[in-house]
């Protein structure tokens, strides 16, 4: 039995985005071309590895068991690649980098043009991935490197990641020019409790910090808008709509609002995060190090 490594990625990425439309917008291919290579990968192994209900399909206990084992083999097949990158004098490849939303321009699209000007030869694939879908994506190998806060990730931290300090963030509460509570240096979580609230979309890292700090100044907000997009958020506060809690790396000085620092303050350490190896790429290394920078 010989097995094909693309076709064992594919199968690898059915398991970790569970539809075929899916892993075949991540590979730039065509559903049907992505299907011919599964039926073909259960030819080469005599197994069937994928049940079809309908017009979807999942997979049998062998399609799981092989698509575990198809991490652990293109892990190694990367780690192979790195080593032998690793004896050249300046390291290549591409690395993929997760980032939060209020952090890609702030900190990630400056660590990738360092990265470029110090190293050429390393491409990076920049996704849009908030800290609760960041930590485990990286955890199954799907991304290289995230950005992500230290209160979400938790405690005990995973030993099978590295965390990097990479800077500190404020939380602050983001108000229209001539909202009232602009008159305030700072402002005390509890004299919002009548406020109509903008939070982030529901069990998003944002909303459940937002919520807890709400909760803990004695109230439950009156939550009447949620968008997943801050430009959103902030367009809304602007017109005098809501008023809403940010970390201060989301707030854009495009947008007509006014910032105020929580009393007693609230911050978030950012952290970059990657898989502990033996044997590190250098490709991520330098991401790393560019992060730090």
Excluded: K
Excluded at 75 to 85: C, G, I, K, P, Y
Excluded at 176 to 198: F, G, I, K, N, Y
Aim: hydrophobic content about 45%.
């Amino acid at each position: 039995m010989t097995l094909n490594p693309w076709r064992l990625r594919l199968l690898a990425d059915l398991a970790t985005y569970g539809t075929v439309r899916a892993v075949a917008q991540r590979g730039s291919l065509s559903p049907s071309a992505v299907s011919q290579q599964l039926a073909t990968l259960e030819r080469e192994t005599r197994t069937a590895l994928l049940e079809r209900t309908g017009r979807r399909v999942r997979l049998t206990a062998a399609g799981v068991l092989l698509a575990r084992r198809a991490r652990e083999i293109l892990a190694l097949m990367d780690a192979a690649e790195s080593e032998l990158r690793g004896l050249a004098d300046e390291p290549a490849g591409t690395v993929t980098l997760a980032v939060f939303q209020s952090a890609v321009h702030a900190l990630a699209e400056p660590a990738v043009h360092r990265l470029a000007g110090r190293h050429p030869g390393i491409g990076v694939v920049l996704l849009e991935m908030e800290p609760h879908e960041s930590m485990p994506a990286l955890r199954r190998g799907d991304v290289d490197v995230i950005l992500t806060t230290t209160d979400f990730a938790g405690a005990p931290l995973d030993p099978a990641i590295d965390l990097v300090p990479i800077t500190t963030d404020e939380i602050v509460v983001v108000l229209s020019e001539d909202h009232s509570l602009c008159t305030r240096e700072s402002v005390p979580l509890a004299a919002c409790a009548d406020q109509r609230w903008t939070f982030d979309v529901a069990g998003s890292y944002m909303s459940e910090l937002a919520t807890r700090l709400c909760r803990e100044a004695g109230f439950e907000p009156r939550v009447v808008r949620r968008f997943n997009n801050y430009m959103i958020a902030l367009r809304n506060v602007a017109e005098g709509r809501s008023i809403t809690l940010l970390p201060g790396l989301a707030v854009d000085p495009a947008y007509r609002v006014r910032t105020r620092p929580l009393d007693p303050p609230v911050s978030r350490r950012i952290v970059a995060a990657a898989r502990r190896s033996v044997t590190p790429r250098p490709e991520v290394t330098a991401l790393l190090d560019a992060l730090r920078g």
